[in-house]
């Protein structure tokens, strides 16, 4: 080992191979070019079903540690991953004007189906994080088809919410005149409209706001994604912002698979919190995934009444997804 300092080993030892599959889209190329900045990052699979060899060429030329391959098409899904410790998935179609996520879900259904059947296949041990929308009913769909793959392991498939928690991050640091950075609002139930819930009473630092001036915040937190959409005119939905907050969920597993303790975030995962067979509260990370859900913990009467008017729409997503793998040829 002559040459490389012990801290020097002990980082590549522990640095993870990590694929992003729909590394060419408007997610994609971002949240890949913040996993190529990570010395947590050892290898860099890129997959596509067009332009990975463009996009890899690109960030390999980047002056970090990952080393990036590009993957183009499904023959080459296996070989992507392979040895794959967290699999990344933004791949699908973005939403347009007057679009919920919900009317995104015929075709992105299947081709969060289609790459969570090859991760089954050829990384069923890897971590995955589901970013395709509708994520209310992609990660109901990628834990069946994980059980019918005899594979199934609930403490390792997350959907990544993280966007509304670091949205809410940032308008209560607006309105307080807080630095964003510092705030955090957990944000639970799942990743759509009312379904989203931001616990402002569990905000650090704590942060106070007369009832109309609460509902207005929440509901920008709830139709932020709508704001982009809307913004872009048709060119497209968050991803700028998405890519920031899929990377900010990666690095969360990747210090705890390496043995960082205390890492916390919300994500929607197989839960017995609520009534909902699937629900987004805090989650402590370990080395497998989820160490422990933290559960809803103490919340007004106001956000208990935004919980229990979320379920009805959170289990007809979900069955929708379970249907869906059912219902596959």
């Not at 889209?25 to 913040?34: A, F, Y």
């Not at 296996?78 to 075709?107: H, Q, S, W, Y």
């Not at 990384?123 to 834990?143: F, G, K, Q, R």
């Amino acid at each position: 080992m002559s040459g490389l300092s012990q801290g020097a080993v002990c980082l590549l030892q522990n640095s993870a191979k990590v694929a992003v599959l729909g590394a060419s889209g408007g997610i994609g190329q971002p949240l890949s070019l913040l996993l190529k900045n990570s010395p947590l990052v050892r290898d860099l699979n890129l997959y596509d079903i067009a332009h990975t060899p463009g996009v890899a060429a690109d960030l390999s030329h980047i002056e970090t540690r990952p080393n990036v391959r590009g993957f183009l098409g499904p023959e080459q899904l296996p070989d992507c991953l392979k040895g794959c410790e967290i699999a990344v998935i933004p791949a699908g179609v973005p939403r347009k004007p007057g679009m919920t996520r919900d009317d995104l879900f015929n075709t992105n259904a299947s081709i969060v189906a289609n790459l969570t059947a090859a991760c089954a296949k050829h990384c069923p041990e890897a971590i995955i994080c589901i970013i395709s929308n509708p994520v209310n009913s992609t990660i109901p769909i990628t834990s069946e088809i994980f059980k019918k793959h005899g594979v199934y392991n609930p403490n390792k498939i997350f959907g990544v919410t993280t966007l509304d928690i670091v949205r809410a991050n940032t308008f209560v640091a607006e309105l307080k005149s807080l630095d964003p950075a510092r705030v955090n609002v957990p944000v639970i139930g799942g990743h759509a409209g009312k379904t989203i819930i931001p616990l402002i009473s569990q905000c650090t630092p704590k942060a106070e706001f007369p009832q109309n001036q609460l509902e207005t915040l929440i509901g920008r937190i709830q139709e932020a994604g709508t704001e982009v959409v809307k913004a872009k005119a048709g060119a497209g939905s968050a991803t700028l912002s998405m890519a920031y907050a899929g990377a900010r969920f990666v690095f969360s597993i990747l210090d705890a698979v390496n043995g960082k303790e205390g890492v916390i975030e919300c994500s929607f995962v197989r839960s017995e919190e609520t009534e909902c067979p699937y629900f987004s509260t805090p989650l402590l990370l370990g080395k497998n995934g989820i160490e422990k859900n933290l559960g809803i913990g103490k919340i007004t009467p106001f956000e208990e009444k935004m919980v229990a008017e979320a379920i009805s729409e959170l289990k007809a997503s979900i069955k929708k997804g379970e249907e869906f793998v059912k219902n596959m040829k």
